[in-house]
Each structure stands twice: as C-alpha cells, then as structure tokens.
C-alpha cells in the first residue's frame, strides 16, 4: 500500500484557511508591528511592508501551498519530486524559519527574564561578563 493514500487530510477549508492564516500572520506581526509602525514613522513603514508582501511574500506562498497539495509531501520531498536539485531549497526552508523563531523566542524570554528579576528587587551587574 503506498504511503500516499495513508496520509491524513484537513477536515475542512476552514480548518486549513485559519491553520494557513496563523502560521502566515504569526506572533511577530500580531505583538510588534502597531508598535514599529508608529515609532518608525507610521505609515512610511506600511509602504515597503505592503510592497513587500505583494511582490514576494504572497506568490512564495501561493508557490509553496500549491507544491504542498500536488505532491502530499513535506517540503524537502516535494521540492524533490519536483527536481532533484531543489531538494536544498526544501531543506532550506524549514531551517531558515526555525532559527527565526528560535532567535526571536530568545530575545522573548531574555526579556521577560530581565524583567522578572528586576520585579524581584535583583540588581545586575552594569558590567559586561564577555
């Protein structure tokens, strides 16, 4: 039996529309863009994002959710059957954003430790340790 038709498949188009807008939206835009956007200049800063968005981000991810329905496969595999040589750029891909998130959530809880250890009367040392 091949692995193809064991693979399982959304429920809905509604359950993959919202699972499709919370990985594209993500926490980042959600927590900081009001505030990078009004301390940058407003909406100076809602022009290249907007750009930004249309010539590169939206038809990337068309490309990918078309790759991923045609071939059921994750990203390395489907960029694989599509040509061999791609297969890097399906590795890449999944690499790339979970270092991302991975430095981005340091920062987070770098954060929140500073501020947790201040609200607890804790001082730090004014000098660097490096």
């Known amino acids: 039996m091949s692995d193809q038709n064991d693979r399982a498949v959304w429920g809905s188009k509604f359950g993959f ?34 750009v930004a968005i249309l010539v590169a981000g939206i038809p990337i991810l068309i490309v990918e959710y078309g790759l ?17 040589k791609w297969e890097g750029i399906g590795w890449w891909m999944p ?25 607890m009367g804790c001082k730090y040392r004014s000098v660097l340790l490096w």
């Open 17 to 50: 529309l919202m699972a499709a807008i919370g990985s594209a939206v993500g926490l980042g835009n959600i927590w900081r863009f009001s505030y990078v956007a009004y301390d940058n200049g407003g909406a100076a800063f809602m022009i290249p994002y907007l």
């Open 68 to 84: 991923g329905h045609k071939e059921r496969g994750s990203a390395p595999l489907s960029f694989y059957r599509g040509s061999k």
């Open 95 to 119: 690499t790339i954003a979970t270092i991302g998130i991975n430095l981005f959530y340091a920062v987070v809880f770098a954060v929140h430790h500073v501020l947790l250890r201040s609200f």
